[in-house]
């Protein structure tokens, strides 16, 4: 049971380049999330999905995408990085329930230069 | 709006004393309040939540969280402090009647031996 899975771990991308993250769970929950973490603002909610085929808007969703094409997988896409982008992703996923906590993945260090 | 406050940035407190990280929250509803720990280089870890019942919640580690409905807080309490306690740690509530949380910005605590 690897739990949530993240990939890449590290990435350097270029002004204007694309890119997607991969996010993998195991544990058959509906709920999964992308937030991103920056120093001194805590985590900020990009984009979630309350299950397979859905995706809602979170907190701060410009410039970038997501998916949920299977129950286990959760994309997130940036179509033209930008350097406010530069920041450390985690994904994470809970079962159904808003009493349950959530489980997060390690985290994908983006730098945008 | 619905918020949470972490007052202080960091915490220090020696081996075996007794800490406290400090959590206030404003949220319409009844709050559903978590608290994570994250350590260098990883994802988040749950370590406890109040959903209701007793103010006195007992999570992971020997931690435990103190719900005080009348002060709006939600404070994070260990007897006795371990170095290995060491890390960031962040407050979160359940925005109301959606599948969301907002984040803290998070509590650095520092044990020293």
């Known amino acids: ?113 | 709006a619905q918020s949470v406050a972490q007052p202080e940035d960091q915490v220090n407190v020696a081996e075996g004393n007794p800490l406290t990280v400090k959590c206030t929250y404003s949220v319409s509803g009844n709050p559903y309040l978590f608290w994570y720990v994250q350590y260098p280089n990883r994802g988040l870890q749950f370590l406890l939540k109040y959903i209701t019942g007793d103010n006195l919640v007992k999570g992971s580690y020997g931690f435990e969280a103190e719900f005080n409905k009348s002060q709006t807080s939600f404070h994070l309490k260990k007897p006795s402090a371990l170095v290995s306690d060491s890390a960031l740690y962040f407050c979160a509530v359940r925005v109301f009647n959606t599948d969301k949380l907002i984040f803290g910005t998070g509590t650095r605590l520092q044990v020293f031996p």
């Open chain 1, 1 to 113: 049971n690897a739990g949530v899975t993240q990939t890449p771990k590290f990435r350097v991308l270029k002004t204007g380049q694309s890119m997607t993250l991969l996010c993998a769970q195991d544990m058959n929950h509906e709920y999964m999330y992308w937030y991103r973490q920056d120093p001194g603002m805590g985590l900020r909610l990009i984009h979630y999905s309350v299950g397979e085929g859905t995706t809602a808007k979170g907190e701060v969703p410009d410039g970038y995408n997501v998916s949920r094409l299977k129950k286990q997988n959760f994309l997130l896409g940036l179509e033209s990085a930008a350097p406010s982008q530069t920041s450390v992703y985690f994904c994470a996923s809970s079962p159904d329930r808003p009493t349950d906590e959530q489980y997060f993945g390690p985290g994908t260090r983006l730098t945008v230069t």
